[in-house]
């Protein structure tokens, strides 16, 4: 397999690995102002104290590595996309601050504020990502020279908007059975009620979403159409949409967490293979798309890095894995908690 | 164009600069942790324990906003230097890259078990964990510097041409890895940067131990405390004044047009080097005290041995492109330079001072040299400042030497995002300085 192809792969695995795992520490953001006790939204926060810096990094390290690998594509994507990105860099940066400062001082004012912040920066920094990944499917109008053609407002088109409330109502849901999964008693209750009822709204949109797709931009599906095995992708989605109510209704809250897990990977799966082999599709003017080809770096950089990759990416799932195991289990809230 | 190019370096110095307050105190604060849990396990004693977490509830602080600022890095070559990034990403993109993979991934998996994990695991496996943090944050270190040093003495590298849609596109592709990699200033920098984090983090519980003592707040732990950082400020500022040198000399080879920038060194001859002056860049003089031929003395171990001149450096020759013979903004590199190294002796005689007192053992009463710790934390933190602009305005017009000009680097709309960052900045600022100033005023002893 060329490496090109080695390292489109190895990106959708990075950005699908931040979207499951930054997917719940944001999505417990999003509800957080749901929750109206201090001791309620400390102990959301310490649900994703431990981890949540970890799981920011999978988006560093996806960065750097469409740095590395496709120049081109992450010169575009990101000053094409300047306004947004920028305020996705003070939301990511406000998410950092409102955790680490929130408890720092005994006011109700204090946190108060750090929770709105919290809350706002979540929901900003998804809705930013899933507007930035409408984009992606649909394409954006690219110049011969790669430079980004669109202005701003080409970005906020409907579908785009539309793929930004599909991965909110999505990533909601996540964080919720997250942190359904890690509380007990009274809190986990509340949680857990509302699950369901945040299931049927993202499926509802995801079915909008999906025709929509279909309709009104048929060229997105033609890998599909081609290449049929990849019709298990939306059955498994199918699949573990169904047999969430019945988790969560058995409290079987880890299994729920697996199948929503499964959710985000595969439709980051679907989106992958749906622009393959472009990265950033020119919409107009097709001729113009960065492919993995013709927007990668040299032969010997593709090759540096994926031994790079083959060398860090094992060991780094050695200590994440271990320390997710050492803390495993419910919240407890001690005296080194946030 | 040009309103985007000064737009886009003042956003990059003011995002860069302020990021730069905070790696340093991790990681300097780290080693210092390191050497706290030790003891702890060592001894057993609580007044370990106690220091140990205390601090470890700093280093959280420190490092928090230090994620927060670091991830506007990764993307910033990519928002507002579009060009750089398409033009050496071949090359550039790796550290950074790796810098994610290796150091990052490491740094923050572990920093959960340092923060949240001592209930939860050995007491040796909390100490490995606090290892393992200080190792990512090193590690982060040497890639961004060597991404860094590569921008100033590029080497492993060579120029292509391809044509895309009948446009023509030049871009620097790698050719040797480790050549790179240890480009010929990577050492001497990585060296030099981290002597001036270890400095930095020693000056930190220096400044917050004297303040202890001067309080009479936890008096014990804040005699241990000033020990142990105390002699990490006499070596670090030790090592700092070899690293720096051999730094010099590195950048004599290889970036003369810098060095001569640094001591305002106009014509070929031999070099003066200046305790502090002011240089006119109309007429060619440094008006200051000097030590005549100490520069050439430096550099070659020879007095009387000429540096090369600014004004006689050829002009740089770039196929297809017009020569390029332009001179870095020299006053402020002459200015930032030598604020940078005489902060540098400044620090090496109070660490030194310091040193004396404790060893006839009057430190902990000496109130003047408590006085004088107390605010001496923002040495470090203005010698590096001092000391990046010097290093990162003396390699103007370039921004990868002899390859890239930093105007024909930049992306497009900046406005906005300078203002943005500015003032998320200053706030961001200002209630760390607060949160920090809390955190001071209960000792260590607050720690059940």
Partial sequence: ?338 | MQDAVLLSRIQFGITAGFHFLYPPMSIGLSILLIYMEWKFLKTGEKIYEQITKYFVKVFALIFGVGVATGVVMEFEFGTNWATYSRYVGDIFGSPLAIEAIFAFFLESAFLGILLFGWNKVSPRFHFFSTIMVSLGAILSAFWIIVANSWMNTPTGYKLVYNVVNGVKIERAVITDFWTMVFNPSTMERFEHVISACFLTGAFLVLSISAYWLWKKIDVEHAKKTMKMALFLAVFSSLTQLFSGHHSGIGVYKHQPAKLAAYEGHFKTAPGNLYTFGWVDEKNQKVYGVDLPGFLSYLVFFDPKEPLIGINDIPPVERPGKPPVKENPPIQVAFQSYHLMVTLGLLMIAISIIGLFYLIIGKLFKTKWLLALFIPSFILPHTANMAGWIATEVARQPWAVQNILLTREAVSNQVWFSLIMFTSIYLMLGVLFIYLMFKKIKQGPASVS
Avoid at chain 1, 18 to 35: E, S
Avoid at chain 1, 67 to 82: E, N
Wanted: with cysteine; aromatic share 14%.
């Fill in chain 1, 1 to 338: 397999m060329e490496l090109n192809v080695v390292w489109f792969l190895l990106l959708a695995v990075l950005f699908g690995g931040y979207a499951v795992l930054d997917g719940f520490d944001l999505g417990v953001g999003m509800i957080h102002l749901g929750l109206k006790s201090d001791i309620e939204r400390r102990t959301s926060i310490n649900a994703i104290g431990p981890v949540w810096d970890a799981n920011e990094v999978w988006l560093i390290t996806a960065g750097g590595a469409l740095f590395a690998a496709f120049p081109d594509v992450y010169a575009t994507l990101f000053s094409g996309f300047y306004t947004p990105f920028m305020l996705f860099l003070l939301a990511i940066i406000g998410r950092a601050i409102s955790i680490e400062f929130r408890s720092k001082v005994e006011s109700a004012g204090w946190k108060k504020t750090w929770d709105v912040v919290f809350c706002l920066s979540s929901f900003l920094i998804v809705s930013i990502l899933g507007i930035s990944l409408g984009n992606i499917i649909t394409g954006i109008p690219i110049y011969q020279d790669k430079e980004y053609a669109g202005t701003l407002y080409t970005l906020f088109r409907p579908y785009a908007i539309m793929t930004g409330i599909t991965s909110l109502l999505l990533i909601r849901m996540h964080g919720k059975i997250f942190l359904a999964m890690k509380t007990e008693g009274e809190l986990q209750q509340k949680i857990a009620k509302g699950i369901n009822a945040s299931l049927v709204l993202f499926v509802i949109s995801y079915i909008i979403h999906g025709a929509w797709t279909i309709i009104m931009y048929p060229g997105v599906t033609k890998n599909f159409v081609i290449f049929p095995v990849w019709f298990i992708l939306p059955a498994f989605i199918i699949l573990s949409i169904i047999v969430i109510p019945g988790f969560i209704n058995s409290r079987l809250y880890y299994r729920a967490f697996i199948a929503s897990c499964a959710i985000i990977v595969f439709c980051i799966a679907i989106i992958a293979i749906n622009i393959y082999p472009n990265l950033v599709i020119s919409n107009p003017n097709p001729e113009n798309s960065l492919t993995i080809f013709n927007s990668a770096s040299s032969t010997k950089t593709l090759m540096i890095m994926f031994i790079v990759a083959c060398i860090g990416i094992p060991i780094m799932l050695v200590y994440k894995i271990l320390i997710y195991r050492i803390f495993r289990g419910k919240v407890k809230i001690d005296n080194m908690s946030y």
